[in-house]
């Protein structure tokens, strides 16, 4: 076998290996990388509240997990934050006010929910962040970074909003980190036809 | 021979490289946007590198360290008065690091319920402990700098790594000075504050 043939041959196999070892489970999530606008949201399944309040405001049923697709809502905000985040916990007053904003201003066929995803977060440190700044819209733990991974590692906060469409798909209309600024503008901006 | 040897090399290059997969997806973090483009990723390290030299029911060595408001604090201050909880990070701007210590800085009162207080310790010098906690927005706690003589306190608990920056470790010394708790955790991964929480409750036991 000549030489050039034998380097061709390791190539094609070093090839194969790297496939198989990036392939595994990490890495396909790693992969998947984060929804940007005009994009579906993946159907993660999040662990539903236990808030018999916090399953009313999302409109899901009993199940242990929920999608957010199947949220009761016309526009699904979704917070990827972290209890261990600063600029999280600086931002938390003004998604705070994005709720209320929503609350008074949703009408039947023209509504916005929130919910947070805490990357890397067990339910007490959750719950932390939740009373600290007494959030009033549900946190979902997501301890083992699973949530985080599929959506790309973001840094947090990350925001990314959906929206359902006349014919009831949902794509994301806003996909980004940090501050998304004024509450009143952002809601306004989201429930624009 | 040759054969047999050709066969070795390219099973120990597989070996390697899905190594290298599995130590990429074995680590995981969130970086806050606050500190976009400031930090350096080390990627995965040896989750432990060092041996200790304290152990649970041991008094706990007494030490005096600067602190990034420029007061100097002995652990020694706080017996009969105070349960302490050490928190040891490797270093100043890395991922984990970074997203530790804004976790505790909410949770004052949580610490306080159990009459504990924190005293973050890193071998970064001053100046770049204060920069780094500034861009945390402040915290509540002592942060300590075990600088100089490099890493002395470190070395002297044991958790000294052999590239010179600590442990992530947490130990928790009750208010007679002895150390009830140590987690030399993993250096790729936050301690859990509830781990921290519960052990500080043993402590409220007869």
Known sequence: MGLHKRFSIYIVFLAAVLAAGLGGPGWGRAESGVPGVGQTFPPIALEAPKEPAMRTYLGIGDGQTFTVNQVDADVVVVEIFSMYCPHCQREAPTVNALYEVAQKKNRPGKTLKILGVGAGNSPF??????????????????????????????????????KRGADGSRKVVYSQAGSFGSPEDFYRRLMEP | MKRNLKFWFWVMTAVGLLGLGGAGSGTAWAVSEAFRGK????????????????????????????????????????????????????????????????????????????????????????????????????????????????????????????????????????????????????????????????????????
């Open chain 1, 125 to 162: 440190e959750v719950d932390v962040f939740a009373k600290k700044y007494s959030v009033p819209f549900p946190l979902i733990p997501d301890g083992d970074y699973s949530v985080h991974k599929t959506l790309g590692q973001v840094r947090t906060p990350h925001f990314i909003a959906v």
């Open chain 2, 39 to 206: 930090i350096y990723v080390p990627g995965p390290l040896k989750p432990v590198d060092s041996e200790l030299k304290v152990r649970v029911g041991d008094p706990a060595p007494d030490f005096v360290l600067p602190s990034v408001s420029g007061e100097k604090v002995q652990l020694s201050q706080f017996k009969g008065r105070k349960n302490v909880v050490l928190s040891f990070v490797p270093a100043a701007w890395t991922p984990v690091c970074s997203d530790q210590w804004p976790g505790y800085n909410i949770a004052k009162d949580l610490f306080e319920a159990y009459d504990a207080v924190l005293l973050g310790i890193s071998v970064d010098n001053v100046p770049t402990l204060f920069a780094w906690t500034q861009e945390m927005g402040g915290l509540w706690f002592p942060v300590l700098s075990d600088f100089w003589p490099h890493g002395a306190v470190a070395a002297r608990y044991g958790v000294l790594r052999s590239d010179g920056v600590s442990e992530r470790a947490i130990f928790i010394i009750d208010k007679e000075g002895v150390i009830r708790y140590i987690d030399v955790h993993d250096i790729n991964q936050r301690p859990p504050l509830e781990g921290i929480l519960k052990e500080l409750e043993k402590l409220r036991k007869p």
